[in-house]
Every structure is written in structure tokens, then in C-alpha cells.
């Protein structure tokens, strides 16, 4: 892809859930499941775990024999440390000559029992928080291919899921398209990205261009947005990931009933037709032709007569198409973004 | 201030100013004699310098023994790295119990016999490009005290220059005003401050609320600006640094004559009116009370007949006073901020 020491890892992979009671917070690697499927060789399952990524459950050595090539923690260990009885096993995984991938607060390469693991087998640690440390000052060179960058009216509104959802229907309808992974979460599912929001201000920019490099002229890009440009925390980041996708269209995504911004309560959450308007003229710097090619809703907690409404009021006052992803999927932003090509 | 551990450092300085042939490789140095007079003791210059900031020349012992605090290297040593004469040089400046502040690509913390005579005497050594570690997310919470912002068309427009003449305007008046650095040559004059272009991108907006805390309501917070919302490399570092200081009045500040983005030819630089509208649009959402109050032009290489033209459009336009603040001062920005209060 580039020269750069981007994330990246190999699969198969051998998805680790840990062992909560909590489904949820092994999210990280039933989003691996769901959506690469085909890069999962199996799951790793503690005593008491109540999640299930619906592959085969393997120990290291079995799925080491099964050809593994990647040890994944998909799982929030509690409190956010590394519990020491999890450290014999990535020790295990590493001595199976596996890597290892994480996204934890608590970087791998900071444990020296690790550490020596997998200096000792030649294996990576890879931590996906942690962005490449060559990055450039961007370019504003227009590149070829195209792109789609999914924005949001607030963090954690669905811009990962959006981006994931267009990419699998680009791709069922035989598009030339890839996923391109800005969060921690977003990077272990794809398999390689960069988290734009660890990386140093003034690379910003910079970082959003080289994780969609020149492609071929019917090739897009799905880029997973970050933040909000109307976000008082975030924007910073969103603006300068917006200036190097340079994206060709995008897609607004937010959360039905959500009214302020998602721990700054004083903060009002954007009209989405205003927040289309921002986007398109902070957008126009580095892309004139940036259009909105529809908006993805949240709808879980609002409900279904409140999603008919808004995306009704979304067709007749914006002509754009709405759907929540989840129940809706995104055909209806594809077919837009293909009449309107 | 607050109780980061913020950039800042003590008076009165002995300014190193180099051996170059050139002075514009000391206008660091040049810089902090001129706006911190006050805090400087003495200037240090090798065989060859033909810079001079017109304060005493003193050895080490000589400023060490006259109350010297703290030996600033004012120069940028040619090819960017620390000639080997001038280690011997700082290790004299620690032993004789000074502390060190230099803004080098090159640390000073990363030269072993530098940390060493620091150790061995309890002194420091500042380098002013490293932001603190410990920068928080933004809260957006409205602060007290007046902010004023000096935001620019491109880089290197007179930013830092217009808002350290618009606090020297407003201390003449009597006003309660302090000047507030974001880049290396700004904290070095001001003696603290936080490299923003440096800091990670998810605490840009963070550090910039940090950088001007609460203050008495009189009191005006004039912040250098960075970058500029339409730079394609920068703009999400002058976003956040936007959302961050709140400003209730920003400058623009402009070269005339220039007409494309320094060092991106293929951008053309905004339109004074242009970036005033996009510069409100996104401010607001933190101050909604964000307005212009002028336009500082650097007519350098423009001449006197264009900078008499453009002034004329600007208060025609846009009914703004218009400084070249080298040749006009800024008393009319002041004076125009004053009346609009």
C-alpha cells in the first residue's frame, strides 16, 4: 500500500473473548466475526464468558495447527488492565508463533513478559493504537480513485457500522471497494488503518491521506469517520480527516432522538441539513465535487414510527435517501450514490 | 496557572544568539529582546554573529554572576543540528546554574551530556516543541475573561506578530491583557505556552482551553493563531485551537499580495470576507458572540500604494479598520474592539 509502517496484521485469526459476563464487552471481536468472517479461524473462550462469535472454539495450539496465524484480543478486559492470568496465555500464543493484536489503553510492547515472547519467536506485538510515527504533512494532491467518508452529527452515532454496511454492499454488487479503518475497533476489524485520533495535530491531514492512497479511477474507498465537525472535543480531528479523504461523497449518520452531544450536554446536536452544509463547504477545500449521498440513522431507542417520520422528513426536505443500516441496510444510499455518480 | 505541566521558565535570560552570518537564523533571539526586553539580561554571540539584539554581551560567569536564570539559545544552528562546540557551551550555561530552553528539532533532553550536567546541578532543560503529557479532552465549558484570536489566510502571515502588538497596544492603554503562545518562537517570547501543531490531535481543542483559563472579566487573553481553516495540511490544528480559546474577537491576518497557499500552490488563498464568514460559522459553536474586529495585512512586498488600496476595501467592504500592524501599529483594531465592546 505505502512505504509507511502502517497497522497490519495477517490472518487467519484467533479471536480471544476473554472471559466476561457481559457480551458486550467482547464487541471488538464479534464485529470481527460479523464483518470478516472469512479472516476468522476460530474463538478463544474462558470459563464464564457469555459471548459467542459463532466460530469453532480452539485452544492456542489447536488453531496454531489449524494454521493461525494472528492472536486477537476482542475483548475490554475490566478495569482496563491486562489480567495477569490472560498474560501466561498471550506468553502461550506467542510461544505457538503467533502475533499478537490488541487495542487496549495498556500497550502490549509495555509488558516485558511479551516483550521477550515475541522477541524470542520473531513475533509482532502489535498495539492499534498506536500510529505509524513517519507520517507526513499532507499534500492536498487530488488522488485517483474514489471515496466516501461517512460523518456524523456526534461520536458514536454509527459511522463505523455505516461504512462497513456500504462497504459489504459495494461488494455484493460487485464494486471494487475497501473499508478503511480510522478508530481502534475499526482497524481490528479491517485488518490494517490508522487512529487518526492518536495521531500529533499537525498530521492529521496528512494520516487521512495516506490511508487511501491512488487507487483505480472505479475503486472507492469507504472511510470510517470520526468525531464531528460541529463536536466541541473532536473537531480538530473530523476537520482534518475530511480534508484528506478528500472525499467524493458522503454520508451523515445519527443517532434518532439523540438532542446534545454525547457528554457535553450544553452542546446541541446539529440540524443535519446544516451539518451537511458544513461538511460540504469545509469539504470543497481539497474536493469542489463533495455531495451527501444520503443519511444513516440510529433508530434503536426511538422506534419505528419515529424512523418512518425521519425519513420521510429527510426525502421530502433534503431528497435524500435515509435508512438505519441495521434494519434498512444501505441499498438505498448505494442506489442514490450510483444514479447521482 | 493551572497545574499542568505547562512549557514556562524563568527571568531574566542570557539570549544565545550563534555565530551565524546570517541574523535572520537568530530572530528567535532577535524576538525576545525585542517584545520581552524586560526579562532579558544579557546576549551571548560567538566569532562570526552578525545578529545583535542591542542588549550587553556577557560570558556565562559574567550573566550567572549578574542574576541570569536561565540561557535561552536564541539561534537556529544551520543544518538543524547542535554543532559540537556549543554542548561545551550549555554545559557551562548548567554548571554555572542556569536552566536551558531551546526549540530544536533536536532535544535538548536527548543529548546525554546535557541531562547529565542538568542532574548534577538541579537545573532544567526546556524544550519548548514537547507538549505537557497530561492535556485533557475539551468541556467546552464557557470560561470567564475576554479572548481574542488572530487567525490567519495561510501560515506565516503575521499571526504571532499581530497578537503580540495587539497586547502590547492594549498594556499601553492600561488594559489587563496577556499574550498567549501556541508555537515554539511564541513560548520562547512569552517564557510559556503550549506547542499546539504538536499536541495529539484528540486534546487539540483541550490544550487550547488550558492555554487561557478563567480570568477576571476585564481581562483580555490575546492568542497567537495557527495555521489557517483553509489550509489543506493544518486546518484541523486551527479548528481545534478555535473551539478551544472561545475568542469573542479575532483579527485576520494576511500578506498581501500573496495569492496561494505557501508551499500548496495549487490553493488559492480565501478571500478576507470568506474566511471571516467560515471563521464565525465554526466558532460560534463555542462563542456564539464571535465577531471580527480587523484585518492585519503585512504589505512588505506589496508596497505602500497597495496596502493604501486594500485598507480602502476592506473598511468599504467590510467596514473593518485595516493595520499593516509593522507600519501602523494596531492601535485601530484596538480602538475598533474598544467601540464594539
Known amino acids: 500500500m505505502t512505504a509507511l509502517t502502517f497497522v497490519e496484521f495477517s490472518a487467519p485469526y484467533l479471536i480471544f473473548l476473554g472471559d466476561s459476563a457481559d457480551p458486550l464487552d467482547a464487541k471488538t ?35 496454531a495447527e489449524a494454521g493461525a496465524r494472528t492472536f486477537i484480543v ?22 505457538a508463533g503467533l ?113 487511501s492512497p491512488d487507487n483505480s479511477p472505479d475503486h472507492w474507498d469507504v472511510i470510517e469517520g470520526q468525531g464531528a465537525l460541529t463536536h466541541p472535543g473532536y473537531a480538530g480531528v473530523t476537520l482534518g480527516l475530511l480534508h484528506g479523504s478528500q472525499p467524493d461523497a458522503f454520508v451523515v449518520c445519527h443517532e434518532l432522538g439523540r438532542e446534545s452531544v454525547g457528554g457535553w450536554p450544553d452542546f446541541r446536536l446539529p440540524d443535519v441539513a446544516q451539518l451537511i452544509a458544513v461538511t460540504k463547504t469545509m469539504g470543497a477545500l481539497t474536493n469542489p465535487a463533495i455531495r451527501c449521498v444520503g443519511v444513516a440513522i440510529n433508530s434503536a431507542s426511538a422506534g419505528a414510527e419515529a424512523r418512518r417520520h425521519f425519513r420521510e422528513e429527510m426525502q421530502d426536505r433534503l431528497g435524500l435517501p435515509c435508512v438505519d443500516p441495521v434494519i434498512d441496510g444501505t441499498g438505498a444510499l448505494v442506489d442514490y450514490l450510483e444514479r447521482t455518480l
Open 99 to 211: 502475533d499478537l493484536v490488541a487495542g487496549l489503553h495498556v500497550r502490549l510492547s509495555s509488558i516485558p513478559a511479551l516483550v521477550e515472547a515475541a522477541a524470542e519467536r520473531g513475533r509482532r506485538l502489535v498495539d492499534v493504537r498506536v500510529p505509524p510515527a513517519d507520517l507526513p504533512v499532507a499534500s492536498g494532491r487530488k488522488r485517483t480513485g474514489r471515496r466516501l467518508l461517512t460523518v456524523g452529527t456526534d461520536c458514536a452515532v454509527g459511522k463505523k457500522y455505516t461504512a462497513l454496511a456500504i462497504e459489504q454492499e459495494m461488494r455484493r454488487r460487485g464494486w471494487n471497494a475497501d473499508f478503511r479503518a480510522t478508530g481502534q475497533t475499526g482497524i481490528m476489524i479491517a485488518g490494517s488503518g490508522i487512529p487518526i485520533d492518536a495521531v500529533i495535530s499537525d498530521f492529521i491531514a496528512g494520516a487521512a491521506e495516506q490511508l
Open 29 to 63: 471481536g464479534l464485529g470481527i466475526a460479523h464483518w470478516r468472517r472469512e479472516r476468522c479461524l476460530a474463538q478463544l473462550r474462558l470459563p464464564g464468558c457469555a459471548a459467542d462469535a459463532g466460530l469453532p472454539d480452539m485452544t492456542v495450539s489447536q488453531a
Open 74 to 95: 476482542g475483548v475490554a478486559p475490566i478495569g482496563g488492565r491486562i489480567p495477569t492470568s490472560w498474560i501466561a496465555l498471550l506468553q502461550t500464543a506467542l510461544g
